[in-house]
Structure formats: structure tokens, C-alpha cells
């Protein structure tokens, strides 16, 4: 069966090849094709087709004879309002990862699959709680502030951070002061460069927290994977983070105010003098996430126990997401 998606899952990104490739291929072989969501590819009249992401073009959608099924994810949909979903044709099947997409998909009427991915914790190389606390971040989307980092790190008592600081494009990097910023209370080891998946999850293993990098999650394979570690994962209270972390249970849900769009540049920007940050053409610099969060709570908390809830919690989803495969399978055939 032949998948359309962004050209980003086929060259950086395993997650296609995670949800949907391996799980099937006891029964199905699956070809992912990269595509730029426009209409000019042939697609044959009775062959199923699945989309990622992107809408099938419309000559699939105004065709209520063609079998499609659409795979959206909650990070690039969150912002779309009942009726948009209403206007998207009852013959596209959908298959939700997320409890967000489930319903907003099942209230305009569409046929939905419900599935929740999890990975094998057997595979991951368990964290040492016995080393000092080592806190890992990816800044991917701008998601905090280093003023953010530091105050974290002092709640946690964390001695070493590992920062990622490759976001996405149209996203910015901490420059140099804003590091030097975190680095005077906390050793600061920062990566710019790509890294494969061995080395990613070798540093994943060597730290104790993962803040999740992003605000929303269409999966969220990277949590899923510190959770596997037995990390202790903090995350915005926000889909899809929030549909597998019960709170100080198996990990930390933030406080997920956002900082106000039309917030006044000056305003801003007086902060970052006062901090000895430099100022930035903003809004595209502002971090999701408010200062405002109950650092005083996170004090007595047993994170080493919350790790161990994180594996334990990842390990009964996994079988249950071995269940549901055959599932998967049968959705995206029988028409």
C-alpha cells in the first residue's frame, strides 16, 4: 500500500516508519512516498491509499468512490475549529493517535480508528539515578526561556544539562550569552550538530529528566522514548503528552499558559536587559511556556519512583499497542 507524506519522514524523521511501516509488515508492505500535498501524482481508482499529515488532494477528497485514509496528527491540526473539520468528506477514514483527533474527527462524522503507540522499554538502556541529576532538552520549538532552564534546573537539582540547540527550521538557537547565562549555575553541555538515533538515545540514557520539547505532539516519539528510559519526563499539560503522563504519577505536567502574542516588544525586551540577555526582533523569540509554573512543588517529589511508574506505564501500553496492530491492518484494508 503506498503512504503519502512530507519529504522530512523519509530522510530525518523515523516516525513513519515507527507508527506505521514496522508495525504492519508482518501483513502489509507499505511504500512511503514523499510528497509536497499537491495533486499531481496518479493515484489508482481502487487502491487504498493512506495520507500523513497533509489531506489527500482534492481529486481524492471530491471522489466519494476513492478509499483514503488520512493519518493527522494533533500538532498540525489543534488550531482547526469544528467546522473545517466538518468539510472534509465522509469517505476519508481517520486514524487517530491522539484522543484529540479522535473526537474532533468522530464529531464531523467520519470513521475513526483509535490507537495509542508506545514503544518496547526492553530496548532502552535503563537511566543511573545513582550519578548526579542531568536534565535534557531539546530546543526544537522555543518551547522556554534559559531564565526557564535555570530556574528548573535549580528546582530539580540538576548539576549538568545536555542541550540540543537545533530547532526547527523557523525557530532560533540560544546564542552564545544565552548560554553562558545558564552556565552560571549549571554545566551546559551543548550540541549543535545532527545526531543519528544511537547517539541521541546514548545521551537520552545518561540524563534523569526530559523536558518534552515541543507545546503540542502529534505521538511524541521522543517523551515515549525517555519514558522508556525511565526518565522522569516533564511536559506541558497539552495532547498528547497529557494522554500518557498522569501527573507526578509516571511524570510532571507543566503549567501550559502561553506567553500572550500581542505581549509588547518593550516590554520583553526590558526583561532580557535586566537578566543581561540580548534583545531579539521578536515575537518569533518568545518562549511558549510562562515563568509561572510551582517550582516549590517539584521539591518532594521522588522522581526516581516516577521513573520506574514511567517504564512500568510504558511496558503495559506496549502490549497493549501489539494488540491493536492486526487492528491497524484490517482498518486500512477492508473497505
Same mark, same amino acid.
Given at each position: ?13 523515523? *516516525? ?5 511501516? /514496522? ?8 511504500? +512511503? ?30 471522489? &466519494?468512490?476513492?478509499?483514503? =485514509?488520512? %493519518? ?25 493517535? *491522539?484522543?484529540?483527533? /479522535? ?5 464531523? @462524522?467520519? $470513521? #475513526? ?11 532502552? $538502556?535503563?537511566?543511573?539515578? !545513582? ?14 526561556? =534559559? ?9 530539580? *537539582? ?15 538557537? +540560544? ?10 549555575? #549549571?554545566?551546559?553541555?551543548?550540541? !549543535?550538530?545532527?545526531?543519528?538515533? !544511537? ?79 540580548? #534583545?531579539?526582533?521578536?515575537?518569533? &523569540? ?14 518532594? %517529589?521522588?522522581?526516581?519512583?516516577? @521513573? ?22 484490517? +482498518?486500512? =484494508?477492508?473497505?
Amino acid at each position: 500500500m503506498k503512504a503519502y507524506g512530507a519529504k522530512w519522514h523519509s530522510t530525518f524523521s523515523p *516516525s513513519i516508519r515507527d507508527f506505521l511501516i /514496522e508495525p504492519l509488515k508482518e501483513w502489509l508492505t507499505v511504500d +512511503f512516498i514523499p510528497w509536497d500535498a499537491s495533486d499531481d501524482f496518479p493515484v489508482e481508482m481502487n487502491d487504498p491509499a493512506i495520507y500523513c499529515q497533509f489531506l489527500p488532494p482534492p481529486k481524492i477528497l471530491l471522489d &466519494n468512490n476513492r478509499k483514503a =485514509t488520512w %493519518i493527522p496528527m494533533w500538532d498540525s491540526v489543534y488550531m482547526r475549529k469544528p467546522e473545517w473539520w466538518a468539510q472534509i468528506p465522509g469517505h476519508i477514514r481517520v486514524v487517530a493517535f *491522539s484522543g484529540q483527533v /479522535e473526537t474532533m474527527a468522530r464529531q464531523s @462524522g467520519h $470513521v #475513526v480508528l483509535r490507537l495509542k503507540f508506545f514503544k518496547d522499554p526492553g530496548l532502552f $538502556v535503563p537511566a543511573d539515578w !545513582s550519578k548526579p541529576m542531568c536534565l535534557f532538552y531539546w530546543n526544537r520549538t522555543n518551547l522556554v526561556s =534559559t531564565a526557564f532552564l535555570k530556574k528548573m534546573c535549580k528546582a530539580l *537539582s540538576v548539576k549538568k544539562l545536555i542541550l540540543i540547540n537545533r530547532p526547527d527550521p523557523g525557530f532560533s538557537a +540560544f546564542n552564545t550569552r544565552e548560554i553562558e547565562f545558564l552556565n552560571r549555575q #549549571v554545566r551546559v553541555d551543548c550540541i !549543535s550538530d545532527f545526531l543519528d538515533t !544511537s547517539t541521541l538515545f546514548s545521551l537520552l540514557s545518561s540524563a534523569h529528566f526530559y523536558l518534552a520539547p515541543r507545546r503540542y505532539e502529534g505521538i511524541g516519539m521522543a517523551f515515549i522514548e525517555a519514558m522508556c528510559s525511565g526518565l522522569c519526563v516533564l511536559a506541558a499539560n497539552e495532547a498528547t503528552m497529557n494522554e500518557y503522563i498522569e501527573d507526578q504519577q509516571n511524570g510532571i505536567l507543566l503549567n501550559s499558559e502561553a506567553f500572550h502574542p500581542a505581549l509588547n516588544r518593550r516590554i520583553v525586551n526590558k526583561w532580557r536587559r535586566l537578566v543581561d540577555l540580548p #534583545v531579539f526582533d521578536l515575537p518569533e &523569540n518568545l518562549p511558549s511556556l510562562t515563568y509561572n509554573q510551582p517550582w516549590n512543588d517539584l521539591k518532594n %517529589i521522588d522522581f526516581q519512583i516516577i @521513573g520506574r511508574n514511567a517504564v512500568q506505564s510504558m511496558k503495559a501500553g506496549y502490549n497493549t499497542w501489539k494488540e491493536q496492530k492486526k487492528e491497524f491492518y484490517e +482498518f486500512l =484494508t477492508n473497505w
